[in-house]
């Protein structure tokens, strides 16, 4: 109580002072625009005090569920260390006092957001903090939050308007956690799956990844309670050995068709920051190039939000990549570059500082990266309250329509990769004995990365998910803990699995990744855990062997972030789910289809390559990738970019391609689609073209659409395209953004695998420049 007590007086006391001022500071005063406010501001501000909007440091976690009545006080007096080496807590909260912080990231406790706006209120100017925090699928870095299915799972799902909701409902619970500022979505374009990060990616095709990115930045900002970050800008989703931060090279041509994309859809859709990416990019660090910074994003794009970096690539730039001498002099790169603001840590207030003393930055430009970031606070009401009510917090997390959403998402995301001999769903004829095994059977794998342990009774596991349903069909449900620790599955631990599963009918296996954070190097997917493998890790095939041979009615369940390539389970295994990392109610999601109560849907939004040795695989390659053939492997991947099963059987037929008058410059696309089945299900039709003929090699095919379709049993639709002919643009033999004339050809299908598409040309007469 003296916490809240001591909350209440502060806020009162300094919104008293604010009112108090309002005459003499239009930048405290609302009636003024925002613009207005932020250049009233700028002139009080002494050069140390913009640098300062300019730092961001990690947040000091001082509290505990068992240390709520630490006040601000208390911290400044703290002998606690802090988590810069030299530095104790109250040094970092002293600086905020003086005004010397402006930012700080993952202040994971409600209570601490609090005391350090409370701090920031001791300042001159009385400038509050913006909150930072990697809320990648929900604000999961903060315990009892929704935890949203991950970015590739709701890739999965082909609907844009998912991703809009789950960027509404982040935004209200990171406020009401006290951050305000997303960092997400990430919208690097996958083209290495070994690479750790692939679950918080939307996958491997550039408008699919653009249109996930901006409904989620659409949703985020779309109150101006939040702010979004578009990152990393830019490539490193194709790193040269699979490992994050490792080199990339490409030519501007590759950059501009694949990964610029999602980024100039980002600002189009009005996102207020970008992140630099770990990457060098030909040889240039991307958090000191200043083509990538300035010309591109700046000009180019017209980018009018602020720059952030990552975590310590700026001192990298000096540390790792050995092109500056010192960090001061990695600092005037990146700043002069374009960077706005830095992550994390002492030290870049001085340097910077120094460097306008020297006369090596202008004060102007250290007025235009403070601008941004001031007007971001006003426009989030930081300076009327930056406080948020802790009795109101548990309120506005986990609510029942964010729970919805998130369960949602799972049912549409899931994939049915394989369903041989109709396994599912379960027949309920017979009311058989079922048990669910396998590490990734009953634990959080299923929440993914960037989440913090997570209360029990707010996840539902996928035994939870396949008990809960079964129980009440009849079917007895049980568990068996083959150990959860993937990477150290014994023999013992088979052998004590497959004695159990005897005596079941059905037996379903979890296997997988686990990306969870807290696990340390116990996991094998996620940030900066990459492998040079994309098996299943550990002894997970053996399990799945050694219950093969006891069963024929064997299910194996995925549950990943990365695509996982194990070609005996697609040619030994009847029924296999692609489960991705499902979020908080993923196990009921799963249940649902195991069952039938829900048909699946889901559709992949990358490629599953048969093994390390085909990457680079993806399925809008160029047409002289495949030209000669491998010895001892196949060139046809495990799974299509776009591959999901339904229960229902969907038929395309009747593809009609023509152009509508020359004004319109649309293309209209017609075809039919059947649902040839007793089940009423979903289908996420999907169209693509291709450039017959081109001044440049152009890839075999590129998605150029996608729906949702709800259809009846045997209930046939007639399905509608309209597409404008901008969207068949590319960089010519010149580099010259245009559509060439010629044929193109148009396919229409339930993923991109040739064999199942239906086709139709169309001859363009004329040249298209944009």
Not at 30 to 43: A, G, P
Not at 160 to 167: E, S
Not at 602 to 627: E, I
Request: charged share 25%; proline share 4%; glycine share 6%.
């Amino acid at each position: 109580m003296k916490f809240k007590y001591f909350l209440s007086s502060v806020l009162c006391l300094f919104l008293l002072t604010a009112c108090n001022n309002k005459s003499e500071s239009i930048y405290l005063d609302s009636n003024y625009s925002d613009q207005e406010r932020v250049e009233d501001l700028l002139t009080r501000m002494t050069l140390e005090e913009k640098v300062a909007q300019m730092c961001q440091y990690v947040g000091l976690n001082y509290l505990s569920s068992e240390n709520e009545s630490s006040l601000t006080e208390e911290i400044l007096n703290s002998d606690s260390k802090a988590s810069y080496k030299g530095f104790l807590k109250k040094d970092i909260a002293q600086m905020v006092v003086d005004g010397k912080i402006g930012s700080f990231l993952h202040v994971l406790e409600p209570q601490e957001s609090n005391i350090l706006q409370a701090l920031a209120l001791k300042s001159r100017l009385k400038i509050p903090l913006i909150i930072g925090i990697d809320a990648i699928h929900g604000n999961g870095m903060v315990k009892g939050t929704t935890v949203y299915p991950s970015p590739i799972t709701i890739s999965s799902s082909f609907t844009d308007t998912l991703a809009y909701q789950v960027g509404i409902q982040t935004a209200k619970e990171i406020r009401a956690a006290g951050s305000h500022w997303a960092f997400t979505p990430n919208i690097d374009v996958l083209r290495d799956p070994r690479w750790g990060r692939v679950g918080e990616t939307f996958g491997e095709d550039p408008l699919l990844v653009s249109n996930m990115g901006s409904s989620m930045i659409k949703g985020l900002q779309e109150t101006n309670k939040v702010i979004a970050c578009a990152k990393h800008f830019i490539a490193g989703s194709e790193p040269v050995n699979g490992l994050n931060a490792s080199p990339m090279d490409i030519s501007d041509r590759n950059m501009r068709e694949i990964y610029l994309k999602p980024f100039k859809k980002a600002v189009e859709s009005g996102v207020y920051s970008v992140m630099a990416a770990h990457n060098e990019l030909n040889g240039i660090p991307c958090h000191m190039n200043k083509y990538l910074m300035t010309d591109i994003l700046r000009e180019e794009l017209q980018f009018k939000g602020f720059i952030v970096s990552d975590w310590m690539d700026i001192e990298r730039i000096h540390t790792l990549h050995k092109i500056a001498e010192n960090n001061k002099d990695a600092s005037f790169l990146s700043v002069d570059a374009g960077m706005d603001m830095h992550m994390h840590g002492p030290y870049f207030l001085e340097h910077v500082v120094e460097l306008v003393k020297e006369n090596k930055i202008s004060e102007k430009r250290i007025d235009e990266s403070v601008r941004k970031i001031l007007l971001a606070k006003i426009k989030l009401g930081l300076f009327e309250n930056p406080f948020i009510d802790l009795e109101e917090v548990d309120n506005k997390i986990f609510t029942k329509e964010h729970k919805n959403t998130s369960l949602e998402i799972a049912r549409k995301s899931i994939v049915l990769l394989k369903n041989s001999n109709r396994t599912l769903p379960i027949n309920f004829e017979k009311k058989n004995r079922i048990l669910v095994t396998g590490p990734n059977a009953n634990n959080h794998s299923i929440l993914g990365d960037w989440t913090k342990p997570q209360p029990e009774e707010n996840v539902v596991t996928i035994f939870e998910g396949i008990e809960k349903i079964g129980s009440q069909k009849g079917f007895e449900v049980d568990f068996f803990d083959s150990n959860s620790d993937i990477l150290n599955i014994s023999e013992n631990d088979i052998l004590s699995t497959v004695d159990i599963a005897k005596d079941y009918d059905y037996v379903f296996v979890v296997v997988g990744d686990n990306s969870l954070r807290h696990l340390n190097k116990k996991k094998t997917a996620g940030e900066n855990m990459a492998r040079s493998k994309i098996n299943l890790a550990g002894n997970q095939l053996k399990l799945v062997k050694s219950l093969e041979k006891l069963t024929n009615k064997l299910v194996v369940v995925y549950v990943n972030g990365k695509p996982i390539a194990e070609p005996w389970i697609e040619d030994n295994i009847d029924a296999i789910i692609e489960a991705w990392e499902p979020g908080s109610f993923g196990g009921q999601a799963v249940g649902e289809i195991i069952f039938g109560d829900v048909n699946p849907s889901g559709k992949l939004p990358l490629t599953f390559p048969r093994s390390v040795g085909q990457l680079q695989m993806v399925y809008n390659h160029k047409p002289s990738q495949y030209f000669h053939k491998y010895a001892q492997e196949k060139i046809t991947p495990l799974y299509s970019f776009g591959h999901g099963l339904s229960y229902s059987e969907f038929v395309y037929s009747n593809l009609v391609v023509k152009k509508s008058t020359i004004k319109d410059s649309i293309i209209k696309i017609s075809f039919s689609l059947t649902n040839e089945s007793e089940f009423e299900g979903e289908e996420v039709v999907q169209l693509y073209f291709r450039d017959s003929y081109s001044s440049v090699t152009r890839p075999v095919k590129e998605l150029l659409d996608y729906k949702r379709i709800s259809m009846k049993p045997n209930e046939s639709k007639q399905i509608y395209f309209n597409i404008p002919i901008k969207k068949l643009a590319f960089y010519d033999i010149n580099m010259k953004n245009c559509v060439e004339k010629g044929n193109f050809e148009f396919m229409v299908g339930g993923s991109s695998k040739e064999s199942g598409l239906v086709k139709d040309s169309f001859y363009l007469m004329d040249r298209y420049d944009f």
